[in-house]
């Protein structure tokens, strides 16, 4: 490698002891196994350097996850569930460019956490019947952008849109498919932004391509997982991610 680029290196080992199980949580969060996983890995980084950065190291991995889940499911995507989350995730993505600096992560955290607990409390202590309706069509919208602005302050918009999704009780390779392209486009529009920002710089990317190499590891061992596990615990394992990134969350945020 050239000098530069190897100088621009992250070297301290208490960095890869926490990027390394973050970058395959989230390649095992984007597969669409274990959703809500992948909201750990920012939280995770944040141990050892500013989430901003953790974020920033993270999007090239992102962009090379979102493009093998894609590939894998997009012709089990749900194309009306997509026309209706995808523009507001793009205007929380805006949302979240217009307020990155003036919200703390703490607080973001906080807020992600408490609503993702929430969420599993109700679906624990009121689960919905058989003949529910689907959640409204405004609620879906409200939680797209939720989920965009999360998505684009730490990487944690699984939780926000989750709430939404599961209660459609989509077949499992149709979730994993509208997930993994509705977050490809979120994270494909992120780009422009953290390069205003400043958080292209050389060292954050040096080190996101040192990294490069685990990001499809997770993807295929959670593609081959979705085709193999039961529905019933798809959904279990589901809910689990998303019990533990709340936990995370909120306890980032006190």
């Not at 486009?185 to 953290?194: E, H, L, M, Q, T």
């Amino acid at each position: 490698m050239p000098d530069g680029f190897t100088s621009a290196l992250i070297v301290d080992p208490w960095f890869y002891a926490a990027a390394v199980p973050a970058v395959l949580l989230m390649g095992l969060s984007k597969s669409g196994f274990g959703a809500g996983f992948g909201s750990l890995a920012v939280p995770i980084m944040a141990l050892v350097i500013p989430v901003p950065q953790a974020a920033a190291i993270m999007l090239p991995l992102l962009a090379v996850m979102d493009a093998l889940g894609v590939a894998a499911y997009v012709k089990h995507v749900d194309k009306a569930l997509i026309r209706l989350l995808l523009p507001a995730g793009l205007v929380g993505t805006v949302v979240g460019t217009v307020l990155f600096g003036v919200l703390s992560p703490q607080v973001v955290a906080g807020v992600v956490g408490a609503l993702t607990l929430l969420f599993l409390a109700q679906r624990l202590f009121f689960p919905p019947r058989a003949d529910a309706p689907p959640p409204p069509r405004w609620l879906g919208w409200t939680l797209g952008v939720a989920s965009g602005f999360t998505s684009f302050v730490a990487h944690a918009g699984a939780p926000p849109v989750n709430a939404y999704v599961l209660p459609l009780r989509l077949p499992p390779l149709t979730f994993a498919a509208t997930m993994a392209v509705f977050f490809a486009v979120v994270n494909a529009s992120k780009w422009v932004p953290y390069a205003w920002l400043g958080l292209i710089d050389l060292r954050n990317m040096a080190t996101a391509l040192v990294l490069m190499p685990l990001a499809p590891l997770g993807v295929w061992v959670g593609v081959r997982l979705v085709h193999r596990v039961s529905t019933v615990w798809f959904y279990r394992l589901v809910y689990a991610g998303m019990l533990l990134t709340g936990v995370k969350l909120l306890w980032d945020a006190v």
